[in-house]
T-cell receptor, first 113, second 116 residues
Framework: AQSVSQHNHHVILSEAASLELGCNYSYGGTVNLFWYVQYPGQHLQLLLKYFSGDPLVKGIKGFEAEFIKSKFSFNLRKPSVQWSDTAEYFCAVNALGNNRLAFGKGNQVVVIP | GAVVSQHPSRVICKSGTSVKIECRSLDFQATTMFWYRQFPKQSLMLMATSNEGSKATYEQGVEKDKFLINHASLTLSTLTVTSAHPEDSSFYIC????????????FGPGTRLLVL
């Protein structure tokens, strides 16, 4: 079964700083990769996803993620964060053809204005 | 975008009673829906996969007689917590996989259950 690791559960940074959240998964086969965001009091929303093709994926709100197959990683980045990016971010993985999503424990990101 | 709703958003019940939570895909059809449980400051734990017209598939350790799932149509799945106990208090989240959306899951807003 696949598992997902996210480090640095709590991240605090100032507006305009750059953000990078790490995501590593353990599964040897082909995977689909996702980043979801949960704003305070709201439900999970899809930020971006990777299925195939260009390993650099651009999502909504200026976020991007890069799939590095050799490192089993799918790190999320944003060059300049805003206060409104304060949220919890979850990385998720499912094996190709398998419905079941495995989630990481999430990163709680707080952006200080 | 794809919208998933849940009802109720929060519920308080007495120990021993049963609670039904609805999950609806509002603008797409979903043969497959998922039920998750989220504990404070923890990730989502998949409880079961709900399949339209067939039995749900439960994850290891999840009691199927305790958490009854019915997926009677392409837009509705229900989770019934039977004979609820305080330890069942949690945040229950559903997601729906768009039949046309190539394995992307869309999440509902969650239901906060408190069992007294």
């Amino acid at each position: 079964a696949q598992s997902v690791s996210q480090h640095n559960h709590h991240v605090i940074l100032s507006e305009a700083a750059s953000l990078e959240l790490g995501c590593n998964y353990s599964y040897g086969g082909t995977v689909n990769l996702f980043w979801y965001v949960q704003y305070p009091g709201q439900h999970l929303q899809l930020l971006l996803k990777y299925f195939s093709g260009d390993p650099l994926v651009k999502g909504i709100k200026g976020f991007e993620a890069e799939f590095i197959k050799s490192k089993f990683s799918f790190n999320l980045r944003k060059p300049s964060v805003q206060w409104s990016d304060t949220a919890e971010y979850f990385c998720a993985v499912n094996a190709l053809g398998n419905n079941r999503l495995a989630f990481g424990k999430g990163n709680q990101v707080v952006v200080i204005p | 975008g794809a919208v998933v709703s849940q009802h109720p958003s929060r519920v308080i019940c007495k120990s021993g009673t049963s609670v039904k939570i609805e999950c609806r895909s509002l603008d797409f059809q979903a043969t497959t829906m998922f039920w998750y449980r989220q504990f404070p400051k923890q990730s989502l734990m998949l409880m079961a996969t709900s399949n339209e017209g067939s039995k749900a598939t439960y994850e290891q350790g999840v009691e199927k007689d305790k958490f009854l799932i019915n997926h009677a149509s392409l837009t509705l799945s229900t989770l019934t917590v039977t004979s609820a106990h305080p330890e069942d208090s949690s945040f229950y989240i559903c997601s729906a996989r768009d039949n046309e959306g190539f394995e992307t899951q869309y999440f509902g807003p969650g239901t906060r259950l408190l069992v007294l």
